[in-house]
């Protein structure tokens, strides 16, 4: 089965857009990196009940606390719209030199660049910079784009014989080409907003499926994670289970019980996704990449995934797997996509039990923002260290999950080299 | 040595984040006030001495009229051997549900004032439970006002319940007295015991006047003694002076002016539509 994967990860990595993909995750992920470091720095000391900012009671203790926490907000929306704007550039960039390995003075790029801007800004639910940057969020869009706009680029650059710079020619054909892509996306927007089909149109309508009844099962619990995991494989980063736990009101009446009684063995909901997913499916972000992080560190001797590993080591301790995501990439690597779906479920499962069979309590208290993963388990149960030790346990049991899956980066990367000479 | 650093250095402040953490967690948890809203958030509206369960029917019939809904409206007496009698409806689906809390002895006076806040916290005690609800807001009219008061200072949990809005109208918190200077007993043991009243309260006490001086029964002088008690201890103390037709102390509660104020801040719903949200922030 190994070899198969290889094998198909091999097929892939011939293809013209998925070398243009990748080569442009790599050429972002050291501004990816930076921007989820001041992220992480923002949520655990400038996020109200950020871990930090309680422990040290940041709000009071530090002058100009409030403008310091915008202005690191602001920046971290305007680095991430960035880096999904980049991401339109390169792949349509990529793309275009792969295919037609012309120069052609960046048309590509800043065609692509232009078309995602307009389309995330005009098919945003309003006008509103935290929304944007939400839509920005979704790294699919700009790649789907680049790679279209890369693609019709070289088909144009085929037909013509004249080379597509900035001549007269091409500015006139240039002149054409953006006129007509403003009006599109000005149909399109118009569209979607006579339809009010936003691009998140699909998750909202998965959610109402999910969201069924008034408190989620183990069975719902496990799909959401599933979905929001596929959504994050392919790029489309989103918060899809922390919306869906925040619908059932199965937490809020836990605490009130935890207010009146204080007893943790006897919660009416134990399961919810606060108890499963945040406690035991999540640990790292999505898809565990603590985990992920943590075995190509002791196992992987490839340099780039060392450095990648090592640098977002820290960041996948506070949850952040973004950066680790596009180092690797983990995104639309088939390698990694199966142990990506089943190490947040077989975790899940083991907290499952653990709770079922009252070997922890569930955790239910409320926790600081953005504590660290492994921890949350054990504040959430007010201290269990069962808890802990199952937190510990998943994530181990999640390394094992990825350990045959990562040791093949090395057997890829060994025979990409071999291909060459052979 | 440089590579066991950082394991270390991590490892360390993971321990330390866990420690104080967990701290946190606990004390969060300790002095936790039910962060849970009910979706049940009634109106408690408590009558003035000599005055009856029916009260408030006017003021709620006109608040009715003005927001265009129809808010159910239950009345209940408590009688001097703690039983309950209750009459109209209670429809936790709409908007605001009003609870009339009056009490079979309504007779004016100190004395009098502590015993109808106990039978008070009696009522809302069994209410509560009753009813399901965790937080409200309330009305005091008159010696209503006081009772709340002390229903605040001696018996309110904040651990188990959460009061969003007072308002007091035309309540005497130093009684008939016009001088300040003079404090009654009440007064003086509203304040020595405020500091039990909930930080997060948000109090309107409304004053009407007839002339300069009162409303013909209440003394404005008394009614703005009210800022002894509440005024650096709640979250918001505002003193709103109504004058004008109806302002006698009795048609105090359906004065025009007085049900506009209860909607705005009380039911916070406002007449006119809001201009729509400007989304681009400066």
Known sequence: MTSQLIKITKKLYKQNFYQAILSALWLIFPLEFVAVTFHIIYEICFHRNGILEVILNLHTNL??????????????????????????????????????????EHLAGITSLFIYFLLIVETAPSLDFPQITEVAGNLLIPIVIGLLTGYGYSLLAKNSHIKLTVSYWATNRLIIIFSLLIVLIGAISFIVYQTQLFPNYLSQQLQNLIQVGNRPSFWKIILATFLSNIGHFFGVINDFTTTIGNHFS???????????????????????????????GALGGNGMLLALAGTILMRVKNQRARLVAGLSFTQTLFDQGEALMIGIPILFNPLFLIPFLVAPIVSMSIGYLAIVVHLVPAS??????????????????????????????????????????VSLIDQLTAKKEDDPHA | ??????????????????????????????????????????????????????????????????????????????????????????????????????????????????????????????????????????????NGGLVLTRYLEKYFNQQKMRINTLMTIASPYNFSETNIDKRTQMLTDLIHDNKKIPSNLVMYSVAGTENYNNDGTVPFASVE?????????????????????????????????????????????????????VNVRH
Do not use: C
């Open chain 2, 225 to 277: 003694a009210g800022k002894y008690i509440f005024q650096k201890q709640a979250k918001n103390y505002t003193q709103i002076t109504v004058t004008g037709e109806d302002t006698t102390h009795h048609d105090l509660p359906q004065n025009g002016e007085i049900v506009s104020l209860i909607q705005q801040y009380v039911l916070h719903i406002s007449d006119t539509k809001q201009r729509p949200d």
């Open chain 1, 63 to 104: 002058p100009g606390f409030y403008v310091i926490s915008y202005l690191l907000k602001s920046t971290n929306d305007l680095t991430f719209i960035t880096i999904s704007l980049l991401l339109a550039f390169f792949t349509a960039e990529n793309l275009f030199e792969l295919r037609s390995k012309l120069s052609h």
């Open chain 1, 250 to 280: 199965s937490g809020t009446v836990n605490l009130a019980y935890l207010a009146d009684h204080h007893n943790l063995w006897k919660i009416p909901y134990p399961i919810t996704l606060h108890s499963l997913y945040d406690s035991y």
């Open chain 1, 364 to 405: 239910a208290y409320v926790i600081p923002y953005a504590t660290p993963s492994i921890l949350r388990a054990f504040l959430g149960t007010n201290g269990n260290f069962g808890a802990l030790f199952i937190s510990l346990l998943s994530l181990v049991i999640s390394g094992l999950i990825y350990y045959p899956f």
């Open chain 2, 1 to 142: 040595m440089l590579k066991w650093l950082r394991p270390l250095v991590l490892l360390l402040l993971i321990g330390l984040l866990g420690i104080f953490g967990l701290r946190w967690t606990q004390q969060n948890m300790r002095n936790a006030i039910p962060s849970a809203n009910s979706r049940v958030s009634p109106i408690i509206l408590v009558p003035g001495s000599s005055a009856t369960q029916e009260r408030f029917d006017a003021m709620v019939n006109e608040l009715n009229n003005k927001t265009k809904t129809t808010s159910s409206l239950l009345k209940v007496t408590v009688h001097t051997d703690n039983h309950l009698s209750y009459s109209g409806t209670f429809e936790p689906g709409r908007s605001h549900p009003y609870i009339v809390i009056a009490f079979e002895n309504n007779d004016d006076g100190y004395s009098n004032i502590k015993k109808q806040a106990a039978w008070f916290n009696h009522a809302m005690t069994i209410l509560s439970t009753r009813y399901h609800f965790n937080h409200f807001s309330a009305i005091g009219h008159s």
